[in-house]
């Protein structure tokens, strides 16, 4: 069992070697003509530590956040907190201590695709083993920048990607174009889903929103007034309800895609996960958790696109939909020009808004300035 374990914390990283050439330790006295990687391998070395005290301390959502776009997109965030979860839970690692940086060329197995400058990082890390010892494990990580931060990867072999993804995130199939009912029950099925498992590997607790889709010519009571055609999209945290406007979204659908109705389901969700998270709309914010509403309207977009991004890695979605939808977001939901960014209604102005969903959608939750 013990060589068992060793293998299965090994496979959640990513494996092989520097490629020919010169690999560069992290040393003082290096030269200077390879001074630059001597200061990249010291910002790796950095990054690294950060990586291994999210793993140790339980935080998978802000470990996953830290994988490398490129390899999110390999992996969905429902599968990756799931490998992490049960590698954590069955190894117990304990704090890793790094003996080695170098920089060269290393190849991702699972896509075999090069990356001239990788971290190299070397490290040693206690676990227990099945009957209670505590073993070390001798091993190697890889990162690569991305956008000036030093990014890993999640898994060293296609073969096990791909069956602990078929396990812990399943493909799901899209609702046919034009089924505008097919299309919400699909997405909010697919929102709760994903922020359940989000929220568990939190502290926070999570309970499904109710949803109410009104009619033409329809009415309803909510917790925070009467509802009635013509209001878009809304979240209610009074009786903790999203309230949706089916021609709306119909007409969204119709024109923009199927992702811009998603967009704005996606946005009203986030609005109950932040509630859910502890934060809290204001007017004049002094309290924990307390924010603006742009702060709070501008965190949803984010999220929106955290989500975005993992219904895309599960094959949900199609890009020119996104587009689409933001071209949508740019033409009708910012604030008019000359709006306060502090109105108790702001919600930020178009460019704002396309670049919170933009942030989410490329670093995840690390992008909306939130650890989960």
Known sequence: MQQVVTLILAAIFSLGSLGQGAPTPANPSTPPDLQSDAQAAEAAEGAAEEIFRFAVAGEFNALYDRIRPDAQVKVPRSAGIRI???????????EAKITG???????????????PNAAQISFRQPFVDDQGQEQVLEDKMYLVQHEGAWRWFLGSDRAYLAEVIGLFAPPATRPEAGDIDALLQSVTNDLDTFYRKVMDATDFQYATPDVVVVDEGRFTESGCGVVQVGFWAFYCPLDQTIYLDRPFLRDLEQRYGAFAAEFVVGHEWAHHVQVSAGLERSDAPRGVGQVYSI??????????????LDADSRGLLDLSDVASAVAFTFERLGDPRGASPYSPQAHGTNT?????????????????????
Do not use: H, N
């Open 84 to 94: 992490l979860e049960e590698v954590y839970s069955l190894a117990q690692p304990g």
């Open 101 to 115: 940086v170098a920089i060269g060329s290393w190849t991702w197995p699972v896509t075999e695709k090069t990356y």
């Open 295 to 308: 702060e709070l309207e501008l965190g949803a977009d984010c999220f929106t696109g955290v989500w975005a």
């Open 352 to 372: 704002q808004r396309v670049e919170a969903f933009t942030d989410g959608f490329d670093d995840g939750f690390l992008g909306c300035d939130i650890v989960m």
